[in-house]
């Protein structure tokens, strides 16, 4: 579905994105506070936890268009808004999605890895937008105002371990829910390699317990995120034996995979369903 004024389009929706059932009733909760005022998200958790999509099954659930801005790309104040570019020996001010994207009504607008900007004066022109406010003024266009409905949902990873990154501003972070996302749990995880690569339940079953190994390791933790386990389910599914997709997906050495493997046998008999654990439904 595309908007033909400007160009931003719904997604499609995905049948096979869970999430825990709290996080579903905020985002319900954030749909219904969009139709008093724009709203501020900020999606944390860890890598490859489904943040990303989050915003993506966001927008198409509720059937707004998504423009996502990478904000790593950003370098000075106002990029995002437009640039001074030459043609024909002449300067003039090419303006640029973000500025129609907010000016669109219901328009879902992810700030993509808010906290990788190569300047992080660059995120100065954010704060105006991201205000009770509502509106900046630029030279080059005027007066800009959010439009009605609009939704900025803005990811990042935090940790030593992201190169590049920064920790958000505290007073930029002040203007924003917070959600926190983690890795499914076991039963959740597998039903979704099955229904996403075709693979039967038990080596479905087997891949996530040696990712939970793997990433519940103490001398050694390895982060396999849901996006690896999907990426070595895709291999298995097209013949690869589970430790060779292992070791192509997660670019492990050898020695590491062979240990984890051995005690996977172990873990696997004392790693039981708990009926009372959180609630996840399809999004």
């Given at each position: 579905?595309?908007?033909?004024?400007?160009?931003?389009?719904?997604?499609?929706?995905?049948?096979?994105?869970?999430?825990?059932?709290d996080i579903i009733e905020s985002m319900d909760r954030v749909r219904l506070?969009?139709?008093?005022?724009?709203?501020?998200?900020?999606?944390?958790?860890?890598?490859?936890?489904?943040?990303?999509?989050?915003?993506?099954?966001?927008?198409?659930?509720?059937?707004?268009?998504?423009?996502?801005?990478?904000?790593?790309?950003?370098?000075?104040?106002?990029?995002?808004?437009?640039?001074?570019?030459?043609?024909?020996?002449?300067?003039?001010?090419?303006?640029?999605?973000?500025?129609?994207?907010?000016?669109?009504?219901?328009?879902?607008?992810?700030?993509?890895?808010?906290?990788?900007?190569?300047?992080?004066?660059?995120?100065?022109?954010?704060?105006?937008?991201?205000?009770?406010d509502r509106r900046i003024y630029t030279d080059e266009l005027g007066h800009?105002?959010?439009?009605?409905?609009?939704?900025?949902?803005?990811?990042?990873?935090?940790?030593?371990?992201?190169?590049?990154?920064?920790?958000?501003?505290?007073?930029?972070?002040?203007?924003?829910?917070?959600?926190?996302?983690?890795?499914?749990?076991?039963?959740?995880?597998?039903?979704?390699?099955?229904?996403?690569?075709?693979?039967?339940?038990?080596?479905?079953?087997?891949?996530?317990?040696?990712?939970?190994?793997?990433?519940?390791?103490?001398?050694?933790?390895?982060?396999?995120?849901?996006?690896?386990?999907?990426?070595?389910?895709?291999?298995?599914?097209?013949?690869?034996?589970?430790?060779?997709?292992?070791?192509?997906?997660?670019?492990?050495?050898?020695?590491?995979?062979?240990?984890?493997?051995?005690?996977?046998?172990?873990?696997?008999?004392?790693?039981?369903?708990?009926?009372?654990?959180?609630?996840?439904?399809?999004?």
């Amino acid at each position: 579905m595309e908007n033909k004024t400007n160009k931003l389009v719904v997604p499609e929706p995905d049948p096979h994105f869970f999430l825990l059932a709290d996080i579903i009733e905020s985002m319900d909760r954030v749909r219904l506070l969009s139709e008093r005022h724009p709203v501020n998200v900020l999606v944390a958790g860890k890598q490859g936890s489904g943040k990303s999509t989050l915003v993506r099954q966001f927008a198409a659930r509720n059937q707004r268009p998504l423009a996502t801005f990478q904000i790593g790309m950003l370098s000075e104040p106002g990029q995002l808004f437009g640039e001074h570019a030459l043609k024909d020996g002449e300067t003039f001010y090419r303006k640029f999605l973000f500025p129609d994207a907010v000016q669109t009504r219901g328009c879902v607008i992810h700030l993509e890895e808010i906290n990788r900007p190569e300047h992080p004066k660059a995120l100065n022109m954010l704060f105006s937008v991201l205000s009770e406010d509502r509106r900046i003024y630029t030279d080059e266009l005027g007066h800009i105002r959010v439009a009605e409905n609009v939704v900025f949902f803005a990811t990042l990873n935090e940790g030593d371990e992201f190169i590049g990154t920064e920790m958000l501003d505290a007073a930029l972070r002040d203007r924003f829910y917070v959600a926190m996302l983690d890795y499914l749990p076991r039963e959740v995880e597998a039903r979704v390699l099955c229904l996403k690569t075709g693979i039967d339940e038990a080596d479905a079953l087997t891949i996530v317990n040696i990712a939970n190994q793997l990433r519940g390791n103490s001398r050694e933790p390895v982060v396999v995120s849901t996006r690896h386990s999907l990426m070595i389910a895709e291999m298995v599914a097209i013949g690869a034996s589970i430790e060779k997709a292992f070791a192509m997906s997660l670019q492990i050495g050898p020695d590491l995979l062979e240990s984890m493997l051995l005690s996977f046998h172990v873990a696997v008999k004392k790693t039981g369903r708990n009926p009372h654990g959180p609630s996840y439904h399809r999004y």
